[in-house]
């Protein structure tokens, strides 16, 4: 096959590599995770290991794989010529005793993710499937990448990975230049490039034989082994694969290192690349929220971040106002107090940021369970001939979509009884399948927010829209539809139908003003129009409405009382599917509590500006739309 | 499968010259990673790309395999021709075209990757692996018109295979692989939505094209349009000569290429720029050079000068220079800029 770029070739990654070494050395460490960034020469690593290893060989799972190919399935061919039913093994058997690879694991099937893993673990497949009962031995070496940029892996399953290190991008230049000059040698001509390094890599193939060897001797200390739990203790390590993980790598990096007995320096190693991915204590890095000019690597010269502020106009132009002064300066012209905008003036506010740390504390373990979960997408079935085939089914009424290699494994052991009219299998009606897709959504959220001058009292609008502004960073991320209505005066108006293009909707919501009446009823109204209309959605997308008010209506459109006449419209409304998340901006004391009833009414998930900085904002928010399963 | 129809030629394409220059630089030099065309309608994307076909050098391929096989590359075969080996068959090479294969949005997973021929199964009793786009792709250009909008699950197939430049296929009782080298060329209009990060990075260069401005110019492309209409091959052959000369100047630059030793300063460059950007990982400071040789290569030159350098960063950082949505890129281009001279500076 095709030359690779030699393991002893790809500079820096100590870890990365120690990790590799560790997982070929010793088979008993369950899978092996590379994490990094687009770019960074994860799939090269993995791909050097074949040379390595001497005698095991690289099987890829592709994104394309079917059950059938994966689990194994009835064999056509057998069935039609020798008239014999006999399973074909699927990729985990045929991987035995070689090294399994799943590039983008985290953009595979949940399906196929669990039904590798499980048999990486318990080292044997079992098949319930077609009629076949069957239990397989297999014992492979797991090797996975994801770009975590690209979605998150569903909860749990890094932590059945024993490995797992990331890669980073080399900020040395020197060691970049030697790095890009190596890549183009190699890419002008494999061969030879690799040739110089093959002494490397017979060198290192053979530490690994030999490590191989000496494993069954390595021992580790009691007094070690109670290191490691404490250690995995003090990191809120759950469960005891962490435990067991960082043994076998320090086991590994033992024999590797010619010893017969594991030392200090070998857990420590250990725990760096077993446990990382484990630990539940420390509080989750935001990824999410936009940093502050201050704390941004680049480190942006004072006088750059106040010239910013002034062209605040300019596209694309993000403020962070810190400190009140910068606020005023964000504003518009017209010089609006800060207490209170006059509610028939419109001004334009700022986009804010509300990353702040304070009060977060209480509920972390909270907020960190909701993130893990937060990047699992959804995914419908779908009855269109979209989507990605994961699995068939007796078809219902109408056949158009026919698992065909399915329909034939039906029929195939009915062949030898059947009659051929001159083809080799004869297909009967009992015998079709039906091809069951699935297709990771998109979600619609539309975002319906208050522009009533009652937003603007205390630049409220400037907090608001630090949190949409988080909100739409996710939304670019998950590449969800996002919309914007906002309602004030007599009116909702629609400013982005849902779209893909939030650098659209981050435009339009620098400019959105603030002013005005509150048709909060109209809003609402609208807003659930929009999302149960066909055509702007399809029916399987999951809709959400973030609501940003302060719940004080003040518009009817009839003659009854406004407040009635939200609260009948909210239950109305609520039977519609479509879920709400409502966001109170009320500020102050006394609270008058509108918005916490009408949440009520719309049976939606209320949370209080106040309590949630953007961070936080975005976090819950992503936990209520992704979180559920 | 241009025979039947004349294809607008591409010398007769008024303007848009970082667009032609990005997809001959690709031609010349195919690992830069392809194209990504993004603008309005209406502003002779698809024409351009389509119009390359007529421009693209032969290659030489293993004859009687389905996937064109390089027949240079003996390490990167199919399964098929692997299997030919195996038996003891010497492969002969036969000249292909290389041509642009279209991928529709609405194409399913199975036609993308291949899957089991169902007619062979039914009629023969026997597995046999029918090639997809992925196949037909190998050493042509692929093109995806509205590449934005091309469903999710599809993209992940499209990584897969550029990333390791092979097609595992695992489906249906089937397994195979084939070699799935293609050049992805890509438009979009950024209005309709925005375009996956990773699949953003695998195009090597990127153009931002926008409706021509001047007035004359205007007349001129609706003039040439109009005479095409009327007349396409008559109209086609009074381009032939120009058609001819930018073959020639790809077919000697792609000689150049292959001898172009890049320099200490050209790397030098390429990675400070990289490093001041803050781009995602190591893709960019390749494409930077591969580019910069591309276009020197392209200008007859046997050694790479800052403007080459120039050209390129202006092509291929853009789309990777917003490491977050809605951020300003760190630096303007001005500060490239004066990151290449500096480099070049100091021999």
Known sequence: MTVQYPFPAIMGQENAKKAILCALANEDINGILIVGERGTAKTTLIRSMEALSGEKEIRTIPQNVTEDRLLGAIDIETAVTEGAVCLSPGILAEGNRQILFVDDINLLREEAVHSVLSASETRRIVIEREGFSDNVETKF?????MDPAEGELPFCVPDRFDLCVRLDRIEDEEMRIELLRNRLLFERAPEEFSAAYEHDVVSLRETI?????????VSIPDGHLELISNLCLELGVSGQRGDLAVARTAKALAALDKRDSVVFDDIKLAALLALEHRRGEAPPPIPDTPPCPETDECGDPPHDDSHKNTGSDGPGTRTVPRSPQQCDAMESSEGTGPAAAPHDTESVFGIGSTFEVIGYLNEKSKIATRRQKSGRRTRVICSDRSGRYISFRLPGKNKNDIAFAASLRTAAPYQRFRKKRGLAISLKASDLREKVREKKTARTILFLVDGSGSMGARRRMVVVKGAILSLLTDAYQKRDRVGLMVFQGQDARLLLPPTKSTDVAVRLLRNLPT??????????????TLLTRGGCATPEENKTVVLLTDGRGNVSSGS?????????????????????????????????????????????????????????LADSVRGLVYGEE | MTDEMPVYPFSAIVGQEDMKDALLANIVYPSIGGV??????????STAVRAVADLLPRRRVVGGCAFQCDFLDAKNLCTSCRERIAQGETLEPVAAKMRVVELPLSATEDRVVGTLDIEHAITKGRKKFEPGVLAIANGNILYVDEVNLLDDHIVDLLLDAAAMGTNYVEREGISYSHPSRFMLVGTMNPEEGDLRPQLLDRFGLAVDVEGEKDAGRRAEIIKRRLAFERDPAGFCRNYDAQQEEIRQRIERARTLVAKLEPDERLLRAAVRISLALGVDGHRADLTLVKGAAAFAALAGRSSVEEMDIVTAARLSLPHRMRRRPFEESRMEFEQIRSVIAESYACP
């Open chain 2, 36 to 45: 990504l065309i993004r603008g309005e309608k209406g502003t002779a994307k």
């Open chain 1, 515 to 528: 002013g005005g009446r509150t048709p909060l009823v109209k809003g609402i109204v609208e807003a659930a």
């Open chain 1, 560 to 616: 009854k009382d406004p407040y009635e006449e939200l609260s009948d419209t909210a239950k109305k409304v609520a039977g519609t599917g479509i879920r709400f998340v409502v966001v109170d901006t009320e500020e102050g004391y006394p609270r008058i509590g509108m918005a916490l009833k009408l949440a009520g009414d719309l049976e939606a998930t209320y949370f209080r500006l106040e309590e949630l900085d953007s961070g936080r």
């Open chain 1, 141 to 145: 070496i797991l090797a996975a990448t």
């Open chain 1, 209 to 217: 034989e030999n490590a191989q060897e000496r494993l069954p001797y």
